[in-house]
């Protein structure tokens, strides 16, 4: 799977770091083009000869070389299928967080478009500080890819979590996550997906809505775009913009019903289609023009049920086109989200619980079971949001 893919090692000062050789050689004998950018510090662990001597291409340490030619990190970055960083340190886990560029290879990684994947390796305690989980959980929030560092002996002798994953098994991850489905899989798709919470006006000044954050919807839209699917991302009002690279239509709303005229406008033409947001069911039935005042001890707000988009498109749906759904339940969650397969017309529903901890809103995880039209089920692990969304986008290309 790896054969002919640019497989770009970004190599940190990590005692790990002479594992890159044996990391090096697979990726080559999987006839994957290898190059290998290293900091200074990485050197003191490994020789820059021994990695271009089994890359078979010069190895990049600095902007220029000692001929004074330029080593653009722009075109590394753009050359690249995917960046491995492996090991990665703290310290250079600090900078990719804080986008920091002090040296080529921390350049490279704000540089590159591609997929990046990130080894951590350290020791137990630097590992488990809380610094280096907050930098590493906005590594993954931001749509980076992290192999967790294994249990074990340490360098130092200390007993835990902290050593580079095996070659063998970052390799495994590769084929895993960013060669399947191919690349250029879903080249010339055009594909919708809404994200983000709905809010409902009750006042000039005040609004119901719920906890979405958009994060699922956007690592949708980022895993649709990296394998060549034309998307336009319908959102609701969010903090967190999603960052993505490459061709894709932003269209911004606010209430239910915005929502809901914009994706119906939208679907037609598309090969698949994603309900990811959060839409409220219930909206005030009126928008009072002035601020309401705290007159009375108690306040009543009529709430009317909104259109649900969803069973529109299933509706609406023309020969070939594939409707996706999510279901966010507390209890019988299975029966639920069957029902909502069936009457909205869906082809595949994404389950969530939220019984089950670091799924659903705000998380960077999530946990899914997903049923598709045919009667087939899988259940999946608690993973990263961009995880589940390659799973998802699997099981979409299965229906294709
Ligand atoms: N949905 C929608 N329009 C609505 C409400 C929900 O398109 N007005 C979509 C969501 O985007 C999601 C799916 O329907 O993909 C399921 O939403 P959920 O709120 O869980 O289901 P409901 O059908 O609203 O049922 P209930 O709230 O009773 O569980």
Redesign the pocket.
């Known amino acids: 799977m790896l054969a002919g893919k640019n497989i770009l090692l970004g190599i940190t000062g990590s005692i790990a770091a002479y594992k890159c050789a044996f990391l090096v050689r697979l990726l080559v004998k999987q006839g994957a083009n290898v190059k290998v950018v290293m900091t200074s510090a990485a050197q003191q662990f490994i020789t820059p000869l021994t990695l271009s001597t089994l890359s078979k291409n010069p190895v990049l340490t600095q902007y220029a070389d000692e001929e004074g030619n330029w080593n653009s990190h722009v075109e590394l970055g753009l050359w690249a299928d995917v960046m491995l960083i492996a090991p990665a340190s703290a310290n250079t886990i600090t900078k990719l967080a804080y986008g920091l560029c002090d040296n080529l290879l921390t350049a490279t990684y704000l540089s590159a478009r591609c997929p990046v994947v990130i080894s951590p390796a350290m020791d137990l305690d630097m590992y488990q500080h809380p610094s280096t989980l907050a930098n590493i959980q906005k590594l993954r929030s931001i749509g980076n890819l992290i192999i967790p560092a294994t249990n074990g002996e340490l360098a130092s002798g200390l007993i835990g979590q902290g050593r580079m994953a095996e070659p063998e098994d970052i390799i495994a991850f590769l084929e895993e996550h960013l060669f399947y489905p191919t690349q250029d899989q879903l080249k010339g798709k055009k594909v919708l997906i ?1 994200a983000g919470p709905t809010v409902e006006p009750i006042d000039p000044v005040r609004y119901i809505s719920n906890h979405s954050t958009g994060k699922m919807g956007f690592a949708l839209a980022q895993q649709f775009v990296r394998m060549g699917a034309e998307v336009t991302l319908i959102k609701g009002p969010t903090l967190q913009q999603p960052h993505i690279n490459g061709a894709i239509k932003v269209i911004e709303v606010g209430s ?1 019903a915005e929502m ?1 005229d914009a994706t119906t406008r939208e679907f037609t033409g598309k090969d698949i289609t994603v ?7 219930y909206t005030p039935a009126d928008v009072a023009e002035k601020k309401i005042k705290k007159d009375g001890q108690t306040l009543e707000l009529a709430l009317v049920k ?6 529109e498109l299933g509706r609406q749906k023309a020969e070939g086109q594939i409707l996706v ?5 507390t209890n019988d969650e299975e029966a ?1 989200a069957q029902v ?1 397969l069936r009457k ?1 017309n869906l082809d595949l529903i994404v389950l969530n619980s939220l019984r089950d901890a670091g799924a659903g809103f705000g998380h960077d995880t999530n946990r899914i079971t997903l049923l598709d039209n045919k009667g087939g089920k899988k259940q999946f692990e608690l993973k990263s949001k961009t995880e589940v969304a390659l799973d998802i986008i699997k099981a979409i290309t299965e229906q294709l």
């Open positions: 809404t239910a809901f309900m990811a947001a959060a839409v409220a069911d909104t259109r649900d988009i969803l069973a759904g999510f279901a966010l339940e639920h909502k909205k």
